[in-house]
């Protein structure tokens, strides 16, 4: 079986980080491991508050997982401060990480922050370098780059400015654009768009994470990188298509639509 490991925030909501990266693991057939960086108090329609992880806990926790079982992919969320980021990316160079893809969580569903305002240059410094696969949405982009993304055209100029800061492949994410859902992807030679219908719903609670995931679970079994964001694209669009009315806010994806809906088997 192949292994996956998760470096993120927690929800205990169940919708995002960590909770949602070992649903997504499971739903597609592969072992899931998880370093928390943070414990996040969150619901669907707020952040009340985090503590963050102490970075040699984060290290401890790195080393327990390569020592003992390598993943063959590791997804990187929420890195909340200068230190967690310094510290997960020395463990990676450490273990010398394979198939890394980094989610760089700026922001929950309703805006709060999740990474220290100020951390940005050290995020672009230590982090960024490291991923085979980068999965900003344009707000993130924007903050990465620095440049304002209005059209596809500007996705597609961010995702080469930050391929040029040393990442692997950029995949721009459109959900925060108007029309369908379009990704943009710069592997450093070949520009791919991957298209969605857009779905009018509100329950939309960690497709973020979810999306990222599902990548680092592709890549794992050995899909390649343009191949394991189209499986990843297929797979959040149907979660987000049987997404699930919990919570008074914005509701989680469906992980596992292709086992069961609203509680009844497809089995």
């Known amino acids: ?10 929800d205990c909501s169940g919708g995002a980080g960590i909770q949602a990266d070992l649903k997504t693991f499971s739903a597609h057939g592969v072992f899931g491991m998880t370093v928390i960086t943070s414990v996040v108090a969150e619901n669907t329609c707020r952040v009340i508050e985090y503590q963050d992880v102490r970075p040699d806990i984060i290290a401890k926790q790195i080393d327990a997982v390569f020592e003992d079982i390598p993943p063959d992919a590791v ?3 929420m890195l909340p401060n200068r230190d967690a980021m310094r510290i997960v990316a020395d463990r990676l160079r450490e273990w010398q990480a394979k198939n890394v893809v980094i989610d760089p969580v700026m922001y929950a569903k309703n805006g709060c922050e999740l990474m220290d305002s100020g951390a940005i240059d050290a995020l672009i410094a230590n982090v960024i370098p490291l991923a085979d696969v980068l999965t900003p ?8 780059c620095g440049m304002r993304i ?3 055209d500007d996705m597609i100029e961010a ?6 800061i040393g990442c692997g492949s950029v995949i721009i994410k459109g959900g925060h654009s108007d029309g369908d859902a379009a990704d943009i992807l710069f592997d450093g030679n070949e520009v791919y ?6 779905i009018n ?5 960690g497709t973020g994470c979810t999306f990222s995931s599902a990548i680092a679970a592709n890549l ?8 394991s964001v189209g499986l990843a694209k297929d797979y959040i669009t149907a979660a987000i298509e049987n997404s699930l009315e919990i919570g008074q806010g914005h509701g989680p994806t469906n992980h596992f639509y292709n086992f069961f809906i609203y509680g009844e088997s497809k089995i």
């Open 75 to 77: 997804k990187v969320g």
């Open 159 to 164: 995702a080469h400015s930050i391929h040029n």
């Open 137 to 144: 949405n344009i707000p993130e982009a924007e903050r990465i």
């Open 201 to 205: 719903t509100k329950n939309t609670h």
């Open 193 to 198: 768009c991957f298209t969605s219908p857009r």
């Open 220 to 227: 794992a079994k050995e899909y390649s990188v343009n191949e």
């Open 150 to 152: 209005q059209s596809r």
């Open 1 to 10: 079986m192949k292994k996956v490991l998760s470096i993120a925030g927690s």
